[in-house]
């Protein structure tokens, strides 16, 4: 359309991946990794052979480390992948426009509680479930007898993983709809003090007194 001076503006469509948005999303990785590490560095030393033989052992096939070296790597490379398109997500719930946008730091906090609370989640999951072996989360999984003793201990830490990221689904649902609910309340207070009806207004005179009576 011609602008002030008869000049063709060029139509812009507000982008909602701006700087802030990226900020979410980089929130958002780093928040499940730190949580990746956080519960790894617990499901590793309950069962190292988790990792060193459930997985492919990417330190070489005779490596036998500690478990925070394990933890460490997986916590980031099996984590980074969940949080990227999950802080996608919750960038667009909280900078689309049409209705006030948030910050990356008003989603910093309900994203905090949502990962602090399916950590605990999952942890106390992990030692209910430890002592009760295959009877437990861990019977789903496919009996693995060349581990001995350790077989208990390996099928209860992958039902917590199991767990972790179906979870983690329901959590980053649940926290986009807190994000939407935190952008609609302010429009909602605004249409709610619309409707209210005006306080009648004062009149322009005060009445005055009645004469008193002279005795």
Not at 170 to 178: D, K, L
Request: hydrophobic fraction near 50%; charge should be positive.
């Amino acid at each position: 359309p011609p602008g002030a001076h008869g000049r063709r503006v060029p139509l812009r469509p507000e982008i909602p991946l701006n700087f802030e948005s990226l900020k979410i999303v980089g929130l958002c990785t780093l928040g499940a990794i730190m949580y990746g590490i956080a519960h790894d560095m617990v499901t590793a030393h309950v069962c190292v052979e988790y990792f060193s033989a459930g997985h492919k052992n990417i330190f070489g096939e005779h490596f036998t480390g500690p478990p925070f070296v394990y933890a460490l790597y997986w916590g980031v490379v099996a984590t980074w992948w969940v949080g990227f398109p999950a802080g996608v997500l919750l960038a667009l719930v909280a900078r689309l426009p049409g209705l006030p946008k948030l910050t990356w730091r008003q989603v910093a906090r309900p994203m905090a509680i949502g990962l602090s609370i399916l950590w605990l989640a999952a942890m106390v999951l992990l030692f209910v479930n430890l002592p009760l072996g295959r009877r437990g989360i861990g019977g789903i999984f496919v009996p693995r007898p060349e581990l001995g003793e350790a077989e208990d201990r390996f099928v209860t830490v992958a039902g917590v993983h199991m767990f972790s990221y179906s979870a983690a689904v329901v959590a980053i649902v649940i926290v986009a709809g807190v994000l939407v609910s935190k952008r609609v309340r302010p429009r909602r207070a605004a249409l709610n003090a619309q409707r209210q009806p005006s306080p009648p207004s004062a009149p322009d005179t005060l009445p005055t007194a009645p004469p008193s009576s002279r005795r």
